[in-house]
């Protein structure tokens, strides 16, 4: 069956639909991952938009049950190249094809998505809208423009807990049915949920840390009142200007002098907690290449990223915070720390699931910070 892709500026591919028959409308990016499909349709920082892989072959390893980042695929549509006829892999329980449809995800394939990636290049992330449904070219066109797009959008309350809970799964030991717990949690970590990855949540229980998520409008004196030796800041979608209450949140945690650690929203949060701007990137950075420079080392990551806004370095304080890391590739802020409290946060994904995990002792660093 057909399927069309129109954006903002007019453009129109048509190609072959796969997974739900719908209509939608998001905002479309491209990510330059080679591998990790399944997490990326997972993972929740992705609300709201519309995924093109530059890989171009896509499906050949399906879906399975433990290499997903939340309880869902987040994304509004799923665009590749070419969908992989065959799934070969031992671990796969379904197709991508039958996953997406599942839950309601509507995907194009046949597109010439190089082109497609150029264009957003050229053009920067724009808003568009995608039907399996026959919906004509000109329709689509329209919709797209009308939608009110991202900026200044609420999206964290779209894909956060309802209630706090435990997280027990580490990521260590492997068996047949899953992740098991690691028997030793020492230290207590509360993270706030802004659309977390559970790869996070596991790289916290594998270095003995008893982990409690809460959801992202709880008040700090009552995450304080749970008497957590440490506080993690997830990542999440969308712009973090739309988050002034969340933003308070943050600056009384830092009030507290309580260890903090950010992680990519978590990050943008805790720069304008401290007063600083985020601005939105061109393009953003989707994918698991991206090098970054640790200043505190001399040494370069290859980092896995997935943000579309950065701290603007201008605009902080160079006697109140350090800039420790940098992007390579365009020389933006990857990574915070405080002179005066225990808080730093980074920019990229350090769990970085299926990889690469240069960053990955970045944990060890955060739990070092806890004592005990």
Known sequence: MQGV????DGTVLIGRAFGARATVVGEVVFNTAMTGYQEILTDPSYRGQMV??????????GVNDEDVESDRPQVAAFIVRALSP??????AKESLEEYLARHGVPGLCEVDTRALTRRIREKGAMKAALSTEG???ETLVEMARAWEGLEGRDTVREVTCAAPYEWIQGSGRWQPHG???DPERRRHVVVYDFGVKR?????????GCRVTVVPAYTPAAEALRLRPDGIVLSNGPGDPAGLPEIVGIVRQLLEAEIP???????HQLIARAIGARTYKLPFGHHGSNHPVLDRTTGRVQITAQNHNYAVDPDTLNPDQVVITHLNLNDGTVEGLALRDRPVFSVQYHPEANPGPHDA?????QWVEKLGR
Do not use: K, Y
């Open 5 to 8: 892709l129109a954006l903002e």
């Open 52 to 61: 093109v892989m530059t890989c171009p072959h896509i499906g050949n390893v």
């Open 86 to 91: 065959v799934v070969s892999n031992w671990r």
């Open 135 to 137: 919906v004509d070219p």
């Open 179 to 181: 992740f098991q717990p």
């Open 199 to 207: 790869s996070i949540l596991r790289r916290l229980v594998d270095r």
């Open 260 to 266: 903090l650690f950010g992680i990519c929203l978590g």
């Open 360 to 364: 990955d002792p970045i944990f060890d």
